[in-house]
């Protein structure tokens, strides 16, 4: 029985991967260094370290805080521009009505995540949220999807872990729980990595959860 969804949220759940990736580029770019916005946003999903590390060779701690400080700002910024998709909306609320609880497992750090959620009202819908500083180590290792499964008391072999990205569903196999990959642009890419399910929208997934479970 699925009893719960695991939920990558930048660009799963809400439209912000555009200005998740100007507000990186802005900042890297304070520092003398170039990263284009769709570069970036190729590599949404991995940790801030590992996405900055594409585009900085050997970056150390300080020009790292730095950057992470700027790119606050910057996101900050442009919060107010922020939304939910209206199929993760959907989603959500059949979900809830369906008894099967929805969480965030998220790349991003904890000093943003509170803000975005709370700000778009998403903690309505959720029962917990994980960000990557709360686990040892980032997607697509499966820390924080497992970290999320705890927290809503759900077996990983009972869960579903959705996202955008190759790395959500690399980090939901690890995790040992199905796996659904949401069509969002050119770089949700699901070839090599053959998620259970790929969506063209997350108004399929509450009726494939149904399915599942009118099953047993």
């Not at 170039?34 to 900085?56: N, Q």
């Not at 790292?64 to 700027?70: D, G, N, R, S």
């Not at 180590?137 to 990983?156: N, T, Y």
């Amino acid at each position: 029985m699925i009893a719960g969804v695991a939920f990558d949220l930048d660009g799963t759940l809400i439209d912000n991967a555009e200005a998740l990736s100007v507000a990186l580029s802005k900042a890297i770019g304070e520092f003398g260094y170039r990263a284009e916005p769709d570069e970036i946003k190729k590599y949404l999903g991995l940790s801030f370290y590992d996405i900055v590390s594409k585009f900085i060779q050997n970056p150390d701690r300080v020009i790292l805080e730095k950057i992470k400080e700027a790119r606050k700002k910057y996101v900050l910024e442009s919060i107010s521009g922020f939304r939910i998709f209206p199929d993760a909306l959907y989603a959500l609320k059949a979900l809830k009505e369906l008894g099967v609880k929805s969480a965030v497992a998220t790349s991003l750090g904890k000093d943003l995540v509170d803000s975005v959620i709370k700000g778009l009202r998403l903690d309505s819908y959720l029962c917990c949220w994980v960000t990557v500083d709360e686990v040892k180590k980032p997607k697509p290792e499966p820390h924080v999807f497992l970290k999320a499964m705890e927290l809503m008391q759900v077996e990983p072999e009972s869960c579903i872990a959705v996202g955008d990205r190759e790395y959500d569903v690399i980090a939901g196999k690890k995790a040992g729980s199905l796996t659904a990959l949401v069509l969002r642009d050119s770089f949700s890419i699901y070839e090599k990595i053959k998620p259970d399910y790929i969506l063209k929208s997350l108004e399929e997934l509450p009726d494939i959860i149904s399915g599942l479970n009118s099953k047993l």
